[in-house]
């Protein structure tokens, strides 16, 4: 638990934290000396206020009731100011550990490498960036308020001390057992957090899965199995929170059962030993605050036991990601490969599978010339595609532009050379150009309309707004065939040394799927292509025709 709330305190910058355990400190001294100025006040108010000690002596005869007055006026305004500030940089720096964290996380995920990513639950990380991240926040709150509680309970027991010495250890002790008497309900709020993310995360992906499966949900009319679905899963997350809640709520009455006892053996104690009134009244004063400090301390401390889960998950994935972290790209400046791009007795395994999914593989692609795989289902078409296109690192063998290995960082650079379009192609909610300039930024309009041409995407020009027409989420309002034009498009602006199409066509009509094979035929002896087809048009596109069965080459056909 030490070594969580340290994480999580360097999550902001020192220099702000000292400040602001600077104002919390000195906010309570400002409670301690107000309650120990009621001293030498109520013995200037009555007669009868009893021996008081010695050092209110001098302030009792030298200085005058309005002074006194004065400074403890001044000292409540000094605090409501100093708690001000508290406030607003407690707040501050609740939301940078915040951002801190979330920053951190989407860093990570975003340097894994393909691998690992393609194995996580997308779900898992979204829940984490959101909801997760804001707990750590919530915790971090509960931390300071731990701190600050700890310090201002501190500075009214030390004020007790000094008041009566036998009193104050009595209050103090007392006050220690309840507070480990409620170790017990510490650690189930630390399993209830537990629960919590898990029910955060189960959230996250009915979500996910739902807005996804958008399309197939109508049609298979799952929409109330899915509103119940949501319905279950929000209840089990409302079931956690209203959990936690009794656990804490029931811990506050034992508090202020447990500290009314405690006072009544005080005042007992204080009317056998004799205790000036004048000094008696700021004493319990000082206990009566010290119950509901004790009460938020508890809180705080249960509140942040709770979101430690939150901070071991968020720690667990990014420890993760970083050990999947890619290797910073070298040459990341475009490749123009002269004569070949070509693997060389490649294999790659994914995680948990016995079987390669491409095992011993050496082509090579020859450079401006279209390179067909085909092969059935799970025969490593794909696998070998993200070999070449430096998506996935190969466990054996190397790739080789010109004849020349790539280092693995060199394979990373090498992605800037190439584009891809795939089944299921992805656009982004704006307009057709934002999503043909979020591949190249600086595109002018004649190379924009011109990459439209060339992917048969010229019904871009018919839309009602042309380029500025929106596609809607994930381009759902255009066709299939529509979309996946504009994402050649898209993939062509970057002038690729290497285009790879992943069964670009697979789910289209044979209309769409002639447009597109007409574009690929359009640059032939112009770009390498790299195309992974089952059959059809695009499969006549082939210079070379590579057949593939479980991860190995079986035969290449030169059709050219
Ligand atoms: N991320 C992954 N984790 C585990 N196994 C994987 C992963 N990706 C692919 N595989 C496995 O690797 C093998 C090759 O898969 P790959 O996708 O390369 O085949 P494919 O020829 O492209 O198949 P398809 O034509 O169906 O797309 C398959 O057995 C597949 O189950």
Same mark, same amino acid.
Not at 230 to 252: V, Y
Not at 330 to 336: C, E, F, M, N, Y
Not at 414 to 432: D, N
């Given at each position: 638990m030490k070594g969580t709330s340290v994480t999580l305190l360097r999550s902001v910058a020192a220099p702000r934290l000292l400040a602001l355990l600077a104002l919390m400190l000195a906010s309570a001294l400002t409670e301690g000396a107000g309650i120990i100025a009621l001293v030498p006040m109520l013995s200037l108010l009555s007669a009868d206020a009893g021996n008081i000690p010695d050092w209110a002596h001098p302030l009792a005869s030298h200085v005058t009731l309005s002074a006194l007055l004065a400074f403890f006026v001044a000292l409540v305004a000094l605090r409501a100011v100093l708690q001000y500030a508290v406030s607003v940089l407690q707040r501050r720096l609740q939301l940078e550990v915040v951002d801190h964290w979330r920053k951190t996380v989407f860093s990570a995920l975003v340097r894994a490498d393909w691998r690992t990513l393609s194995a996580l639950r997308n779900s898992d990380h979204a829940s984490m960036v959101v909801m997760g991240v804001d707990r750590l926040g919530y915790g971090f709150a509960n931390l300071l308020l731990l701190i600050s509680g700890a310090a201002t309970l501190g500075a009214i027991w030390i004020a007790a001390l000094w008041l009566s010495p036998v009193l104050a250890l009595v209050a103090v002790g007392g006050g220690l057992v309840v507070l480990a008497g409620f170790a017990p309900l510490r650690r189930r709020a630390h399993?209830?957090?537990?629960?919590?993310?898990?029910?955060?995360?189960?959230?996250?992906?009915?979500?996910?899965?739902?807005?996804?499966?958008?399309?197939?949900?109508?049609?298979?009319?799952?929409?109330?199995?899915?509103?119940?679905?949501?319905?279950?899963?929000?209840?089990?997350?409302?079931?956690?929170?209203?959990?936690?809640?009794?656990?804490?709520?029931?811990?506050?009455?034992?508090?202020?059962?447990?500290?009314?006892?405690?006072?009544?053996?005080?005042?007992?104690?204080?009317?056998?030993?004799?205790?000036?009134?004048?000094?008696?009244?700021?004493?319990?004063?000082?206990?009566?605050?010290?119950?509901?400090?004790?009460?938020?301390?508890?809180?705080?401390?249960?509140?942040?036991?709770?979101?430690?889960?939150?901070?071991?998950?968020?720690?667990?994935?990014?420890?993760?990601?970083?050990?999947?972290?890619?290797?910073?790209?070298?040459?990341?400046?475009?490749?123009?490969?002269?004569?070949?791009?070509?693997?060389?007795?490649?294999?790659?395994?994914?995680?948990?599978?016995?079987?390669?999914?491409?095992?011993?593989?050496?082509?090579?692609?020859?450079?401006?010339?279209?390179?067909?795989?085909?092969?059935?289902?799970?025969?490593?078409?794909?696998?070998?595609?993200?070999?070449?296109?430096?998506?996935?690192?190969?466990?054996?063998?190397?790739?080789?532009?010109?004849?020349?290995?790539?280092?693995?960082?060199?394979?990373?650079?090498?992605?800037?050379?190439?584009?891809?379009?795939?089944?299921?192609?992805?656009?982004?909610?704006?307009?057709?150009?934002?999503? /043909? =300039?979020?591949?190249?930024?600086?595109?002018?309009? %004649?190379?924009?309309?011109? #990459? +439209?041409? $060339? !992917?048969?995407?010229?019904?871009?020009?018919?839309?009602?707004?042309?380029?500025?027409?929106?596609?809607?989420?994930?381009?759902?309002?255009?066709?299939?065939?529509?979309?996946?034009?504009?994402?050649?498009?898209?993939? /062509? =602006?970057?002038?690729?040394?290497?285009?790879?199409? %992943?069964?670009?066509?697979? #789910? +289209?009509? $044979? !209309?769409?799927?002639?447009?597109?094979?007409?574009?690929?035929?359009g640059m032939a002896g112009t770009r390498t292509i790299l195309v992974i087809a089952h059959r059809g048009k695009l499969a006549e596109t082939a210079d070379t025709l590579v057949h593939m069965r479980d991860g190995r080459i079986e035969a290449i056909e030169n059709r050219s």
């Open positions: 399993l209830l957090g537990k629960r919590l993310g898990e029910d955060y995360r189960r959230v996250q992906a009915v979500l996910d899965d739902t807005m996804r499966a958008m399309r197939l949900v109508k049609s298979h009319g799952r929409e109330q199995a899915a509103s119940e679905e949501m319905t279950r899963s929000t209840s089990d997350l409302r079931d956690a929170q209203i959990t936690f809640e009794k656990a804490a709520g029931r811990a506050r009455v034992l508090l202020h059962v447990g500290a009314a006892l405690l006072l009544a053996v005080i005042v007992a104690l204080a009317s056998s030993r004799d205790i000036a009134p004048a000094v008696l009244l700021p004493l319990i004063a000082l206990f009566a605050r010290s119950v509901p400090l004790l009460d938020s301390l508890q809180q705080a401390a249960q509140h942040w036991v709770h979101a430690v889960p939150a901070l071991k998950d968020a720690e667990a994935l990014i420890e993760t990601l970083r050990e999947a972290e890619e290797l910073s790209p070298t040459g990341s400046a475009r490749l123009h490969p002269a004569s070949s791009i070509s693997v060389n007795g490649v294999a790659v395994r994914h995680p948990g599978r016995e079987q390669a999914a491409v095992e011993g593989v050496t082509l090579d692609l020859a450079v401006d010339a279209t390179t067909v795989l085909v092969g059935p289902s799970g025969a490593g078409k794909s696998t070998l595609a993200d070999i070449f296109g430096g998506l996935l690192q190969p466990d054996e063998g190397v790739v080789e532009i010109d004849g020349q290995a790539l280092s693995p960082e060199g394979l990373i650079g090498w992605r800037a050379s190439v584009a891809y379009v795939h089944q299921e192609p992805v656009l982004f909610h704006g307009t057709v150009r934002e999503n /043909l =300039l979020w591949a190249e930024p600086e595109a002018r309009e %004649d190379t924009l309309e011109q #990459a +439209l041409r $060339s !992917a048969s995407a010229g019904f871009v020009f018919d839309l009602p707004c042309g380029l500025d027409t929106v596609v809607g989420d994930a381009g759902r309002q255009l066709s299939g065939g529509e979309r996946q034009r504009i994402a050649l498009a898209r993939a /062509l =602006l970057r002038d690729p040394a290497l285009l790879i199409l %992943d069964e670009a066509t697979s #789910a +289209l009509d $044979s !209309a769409n799927e002639a447009a597109i094979g007409a574009a690929i035929a």
